[in-house]
Every structure is written in C-alpha cells, then in structure tokens.
C-alpha cells in the first residue's frame, strides 16, 4: 500500500522559511517522481514543482528563485524548501508521486493528505 505522509508546515511570517517533508511508503522510492502542489481556499490544485527519480527539478515561475526540491533515497523522503515566503504562498501543500512527472494533477495517482502552510504579515 503506498503511503505519502507530508508534514512540517505551519504559521510563519512573511519572509521566513518552512521545509516540509513528504515520507514515502510502499512504493519503490528510486522510481518514482514527486511532485508538490498547493491548494489555497477557494482555488484550484496547483503545481509548485517537481523532482524527478534522476533528481532534476522543475519549479512554478511563482516559485522559482525562492523553493528548492530534494530527495534522500536513505530515508525516503522529499523535501521542498521554501524560503522569503510570501501572504499568497498560504495554503495545504500535498505531495503527489508517479512514475514520471507530470504537470497535470490529474496524472498522478498517488497523494499525501496535504499540510497546511499560512504565512502571516
């Protein structure tokens, strides 16, 4: 059974940092790509980047210059790293995971539950 566990969000101010976390289980984890997407209130899913299983990396424009991906095949985890945060960087972050990477949530079949992220002023 595939399970993907995020966590390490929480309250932060503008301009400071969070790293969350997404665990992965009972999947091959050197196969797999993982993706991060983000859903505020009221708005669609969208796509904050990508690491693929070869480590290259693939981030939003929104996002670029301020979040990094990485991934440490010993613990199974993936990382995103977001740094300067913004008011408009607020919302539940989700991990999702495939074979490849894709840009449409819809491609990827598995999902973590989400962690919230608010940034305050």
């Known amino acids: 059974q595939v399970q993907l566990v995020e966590s390490g969000g929480g309250l932060v101010q503008a301009g400071g940092s969070l790293r969350l976390s997404c665990a992965a289980s009972?999947?091959?984890?050197?196969?797999?790509?993982i993706g991060w997407y983000r859903q505020a209130p009221g708005k669609a899913r969208e796509l904050v980047g990508g690491?693929?299983?070869?480590?290259?990396?693939v981030y939003a424009d929104s996002v670029k210059d301020r979040f990094v991906m990485s991934r440490d095949f010993v613990k199974r985890e993936v990382y995103l790293q977001m740094n300067n945060l913004k008011i408009e960087d607020t919302a539940v972050y989700f991990c999702?995971?495939?074979?490849?990477?894709?840009?449409?949530?819809?491609?990827?079949?598995?999902w973590g539950q989400g962690t919230q992220v608010t940034v305050s002023s």
């Open positions: 999702a995971a495939d074979q490849s990477f894709s840009n449409s949530s819809s491609a990827w079949r598995y």
């Open positions: 009972g999947i091959t984890f050197n196969s797999i790509a």
């Open positions: 690491i693929s299983r070869f480590t290259s990396t």
